[in-house]
């Protein structure tokens, strides 16, 4: 991990790890985590957003006044609203994305789930998604929640990413291994 990664990550821990605590003893991890889908939504869309979380031409006051007012407009729980505004104030917005993974995960262990990342050549329908899920649920023994996107130059099948471990079946990363192989021969 990178210097700034890692500290990001360590910022983000600790007020993940404060953020989860109070939802949980308030029994408000299932509204937390729809708060935490969209957040995660607006920060991947929004530049201007992103440009604010990481722009040293912000002061401290502006950013915990625009972040106050975005989580206002989304409707955010207070505790979540809280922790973006303190967090502002703080100048650690830049932590934001490090924060959504964190809580994220620390969710989806509460309920035993774990969460596979997808990248397949086509959009899967519901039914494939579900049984992929399924098959992947057998093999960890938790709920699977699939994170699914959509990569034309795979050519076809697919990449799974679950914790530590992928598969990779897709046509590219086959040809790419047979060029290799020929490569190798002559």
């Known amino acids: 991990m990178s210097e700034p990664a890692s500290i990001s990550a360590s910022i983000a821990a600790r007020y993940a790890t404060a953020v989860f605590e109070i939802s949980r003893e308030a029994n408000g991890l299932d509204a937390l985590e729809k708060d935490l889908d969209a957040l995660r939504g607006v920060v991947s869309s929004s530049s201007e957003l992103r440009d604010l979380m990481t722009s040293?031409?912000?002061?401290?006051?502006d950013q915990s006044a625009a972040i106050g007012a975005i989580?206002?407009?989304?409707?955010?729980g207070d505790t979540l609203?809280?922790?973006?505004?303190l967090m502002a104030s703080n100048r650690r917005l830049f932590a934001l994305p490090a924060l959504v993974t964190s809580l994220q995960g620390m969710i989806a262990d509460a309920k035993g789930e774990v969460t596979a990342d997808v990248t397949a050549a086509t959009e899967l329908t519901a039914a494939q998604a579900d049984k992929l899920a399924g098959v992947l649920a057998k093999q960890t023994g938790k709920t699977v929640k699939l994170n699914l996107a959509v990569d034309e130059s795979l050519i076809g099948g697919m990449i799974v990413k679950l914790g530590s471990k992928m598969v990779d079946t897709s046509v590219a990363s086959k040809l790419?291994?047979?060029?290799?192989?020929?490569?190798?021969v002559g």
């Open 56 to 61: 040293p031409l912000y002061s401290r006051d």
């Open 81 to 85: 609203a809280s922790t973006l505004r």
């Open 176 to 184: 790419a291994s047979l060029k290799n192989a020929m490569k190798e």
């Open 71 to 76: 989580a206002a407009k989304m409707g955010l």
